[in-house]
């Protein structure tokens, strides 16, 4: 009777037909080379959640300073005006980062405004208004994307969510400041204070969205793409003086 003669590596002979010693070794390593890097299974919790908030916090920093400030009009003009727009360095490496979009950041600041507001709305209403802020916000969002992509935009679905979300934290921290000057006996003037403090907050998303989307739709539809972003703010803000 003919025997087979054993495989090097252990198994038998037709799991090796090419007789090549560590082949399947070879790939096993490869394998898990390659696998490695992706998975986080073995990563510590605590390790995982400092690196998403790490991810969050960086964000909320390209939100509030969006562009190099060493620039004409803190980098804004080029971007509105110009059919190639000229990044610097640092700029590029915020779009860099934006493109590695997440949601959490976006849900954490709906939720903060959305139960800033229900705590001052009336008894009784304040699931509605926190309902309300909700849908608002996720829902304009969506409206405000599409309307992009059907203008020829390259910004995926996702992306533009998660811009226009982390663009709400100036009118997540005016609904807080709002809060604050309604504690403060100022009469007369703490509405003006409070139209000041609506009115940066709202130029500031607005900007810090345009330049983003701005940088995926063609410069002759650009108007046209940041127009509804102006609307999704306003409402916003409407919201806030509201209740």
């Known amino acids: 009777m003919a025997t087979m003669n054993p ?12 007789g090549t010693v560590g082949a399947t070794a070879d790939v096993s390593q490869q394998e898990s080379e390659f696998f490695a890097p992706l998975s986080t299974l073995d990563e510590p ?7 998403d908030v790490r991810s969050v916090a960086s964000k909320l920093r390209v939100v509030l300073l969006p562009m ?4 004409p009009y803190g980098g804004y003009a080029g971007v509105s005006q110009s059919e190639n727009v000229e990044l610097t360095d640092r700029d590029k490496e915020i779009i860099q980062r934006l493109k590695d979009w997440d949601l959490w950041g976006p849900l954490i600041v709906c939720l903060a405004l959305a139960v800033l507001l229900s705590f001052k709305a009336p008894v009784g209403q304040a699931s509605i208004v926190f309902a309300a802020v909700f849908c608002a916000v996720w829902m304009g969002s969506a409206v405000v994307t599409i309307n ?3 203008l ?3 910004i995926s679905f996702f992306q533009s969510v998660c811009v226009l979300g982390y663009c709400v934290f100036p009118m997540t921290m005016a609904a807080l400041a ?7 006996p100022l009469g007369a003037l703490s509405m003006l204070l409070d139209l000041a403090v609506l009115a940066v907050a709202f130029l500031w998303s ?7 989307i701005g940088q995926y739709i063609a410069a002759p539809r650009r108007v046209l793409a940041v127009f509804p972003v102006l609307f999704f703010y306003t409402f916003l803000a409407w919201l806030i003086l509201l209740f």
């Open 178 to 184: 709002v809060d604050l000057f309604k504690m403060i």
């Open 45 to 51: 919790v605590r390790e995982t959640i400092m690196r």
């Open 152 to 154: 020829g935009g390259t």
């Open 68 to 71: 190099d400030r060493t620039l």
């Open 148 to 150: 992009a992509q059907l």
């Open 206 to 212: 607005t900007r810090a969205s345009a330049v983003f």
């Open 7 to 18: 495989n090097p590596n252990g198994g038998p002979q037709w799991a090796n037909p090419n």
